[in-house]
């Protein structure tokens, strides 16, 4: 039999979806602070929010003939109509949140609004509201939540201990400040104060808080995001770490849209996309990046926690962050490879007439310096290149460093005209079935890049043409198509796919190089787009300053 059901299981059902856990009570007594224009923000919590959750702010209040309806069920004072859901331009919107925190605990609303001379109280617990009453209070609102679910004693069950659920409460809020640096937040556990952080507009206030947020040595890894040229109505902004700094999990990837701290799978694959040849394979970039968009391209009514929002464009805002994401990557990435103005990837002046000769490995494109800095010294374990600019020692991958360089001229001959140069000695190579069908499929991105592959009878394959600029000093075309099954984490299969042909054909761990193709690969280095990186994301360049040697020796 169909029954309409009764207001307070109406009322438990939707605060079920709202209040998941302590901190979901924060959640929204914050938002709607920030929403009524606060400055001060104070959170207190006892037994991990279970005994008590108040939140005090110094922000517009509630209007004493409006107090009792602000605890009713879709009750606000954000929408008026139903086009405003098209426009919202406040955190909350729903007129569930104070309701949602009624159904499962004892609420105390205590508000005075400017210019009045004394404030208003009203408790409310389920479907029962109390009686407006004069109280002295000073101007915002207090917000008090007591013994939450003991009215719904399964959810206490799923909770974790207080230290636990007053953790969660505790990051969020630090996590959130970061959008609101000119709000001052503080927190405090069962009368112990925990923190707090005082509002400013300036840059020691954002350090400040994003060492509160990602710690200290994470946050010295971060720098601010730059935006890319060309978006239209979409702002972007932040702070992301720069290589090699990272982190084993995306936990640290926060994401705000108009100041809604959020969610996203879409934006968590731009940085994904955005670092996939700076991050170290196993390893993720962290950050805080703000969107600004305007309200009618946003739909936050996704989910009742509004955790989650769609966007009206969302390639063009995906397109938008990535972009913002690669520039500040790649121009960090010449900064640090020209540490401190010096310049890493010069011949010696008594080899520089000799660079001509050494297109065995490179293309000729990038002429070096006439004021080389670098010197290289020696080759390490045939694997590593050892060079100096007088303050540091540089160590230079010679496999990665290359393979960066291989990459960046295939994608450039992907532009070109006239992307191969034909061998003269074809080569002809046997596949087993399974690697004849993978190359197949390949063949049509490989000759884009500048290596045509041709079919030389059953299961034999012929290689015809190489990219131009270059001569590989080996390729192992089964190798390189075995590869290919890796499906490399943020790369395109075009961009797999030219980054096994860079990986298969350039000098390799082991190989002796001369002085001369040493200097040319460090110069033609610099001229890479990300030179700190090969393309699978592995560092190409480490340099031991000074102050890191000294310490070898004790001196500090």
Not at 7 to 35: C, F, H
Not at 382 to 401: E, F, R
Request: proline letters at 6%; hydrophobic letters at 40%.
């Amino acid at each position: 039999m169909i029954r309409l059901l009764d207001e307070e299981t109406i009322g438990q059902i939707a605060a079920g979806e709202a209040i998941e856990r302590p901190s979901s009570v924060v959640k929204e007594l914050v938002e709607n602070a920030l929403d009524a224009g606060a400055t001060r923000i104070a959170v207190r919590i006892r037994g991990g929010g279970l005994e008590e959750i108040e939140v005090v702010d110094d922000g517009a209040g509630i209007p004493p003939e409006e107090l009792s309806l602000a605890v009713r069920r879709h009750a606000t004072s954000k929408l008026s109509s139903p086009g405003d859901l098209q426009r919202v331009e406040t955190l909350g919107f729903r007129g569930e949140g104070l309701a949602s925190i009624a159904a499962v605990a004892r609420l105390t609303l205590e508000t005075r609004v400017a210019g009045a001379e004394l404030g208003v109280r009203l408790e409310a617990h389920g479907e029962t509201v109390g009686e407006v009453e004069p109280v002295a209070a000073p101007r915002g609102t207090r917000a008090l939540g007591r013994d939450l679910f003991a009215n719904v004693p399964v959810r206490r069950e799923f909770l974790r201990s207080a230290g636990a659920e007053f953790a969660r409460i505790s990051t969020w809020l630090s996590t959130l400040s970061l959008a609101y640096a000119d709000v001052t937040f503080s927190l405090a556990h069962d009368d112990r104060d925990v923190w707090i952080l005082p509002g400013g507009s300036g840059e020691g206030t954002t350090r400040s808080r994003l060492a509160h947020v990602f710690g200290a040595k994470h946050a010295a890894g971060l720098v601010p995001l730059r935006m890319a040229p060309g978006a239209h109505e979409i702002g972007v902004s932040g702070f992301i770490s720069a290589p090699p700094s990272d982190r084993p999990d995306r936990r640290l990837q926060v994401l705000f849209v108009n100041g809604r701290l959020l969610r996203s799978t879409l934006l968590s694959g731009a940085w994904t996309a955005a670092y996939a040849t700076f991050a170290t394979s196993g390893r993720h970039p962290y950050g805080v990046i703000f969107l600004s968009l305007p309200p009618s391209h946003v739909d936050p009514n996704v989910h009742p926690t509004k955790t989650d929002v769609r966007l009206r464009y969302d390639r063009a805002v995906f397109e938008t962050v990535r972009g913002s994401l690669a520039t500040t990557l790649r121009a960090g990435a010449q900064e640090r490879l020209v540490s401190s103005g010096v310049a890493i990837s010069f011949a010696p002046p008594q080899v520089r007439g000799a660079l001509a000769q050494a297109q065995s490995l490179f293309s000729p494109e990038a002429a070096p310096s006439d004021e080389p800095r670098l010197r290289v010294v020696a080759q390490l374990d045939a694997t590593y290149i050892l060079a100096t600019d007088g303050s540091a020692l540089v160590l230079i991958d010679q496999h990665a460093a290359h393979e960066r360089i291989a990459y960046e001229a295939i994608e450039r001959n992907a532009q070109a005209s006239n992307p191969s140069e034909p061998l003269l000695v074809p080569a002809v190579v046997e596949l087993d079935a399974a690697l004849g069908d993978r190359l197949d499929d390949a063949l049509d991105i490989l000759r884009q890049g500048g290596l045509e592959v041709e079919a030389f009878g059953e299961r034999a394959y012929r290689v015809v043409a190489t990219p131009a600029g270059y001569e590989s000093r080996r390729f192992d075309l089964a190798a390189f198509v075995r590869d290919l099954d890796d499906d490399r984490r943020g790369l395109s299969y075009k961009e797999r796919v030219w980054a096994s042909l860079a990986c298969h054909s350039v000098a390799r761990a082991g190989d002796r190089l001369s002085e001369i193709e040493m200097t040319t690969l460090a110069s033609r280095l610099q001229s890479c787009r990300n030179p700190m990186h090969c393309p699978h994301g592995r560092p190409t360049v480490v340099r031991l300053e000074p102050e890191a040697i000294a310490r070898l020796f004790a001196r500090t």
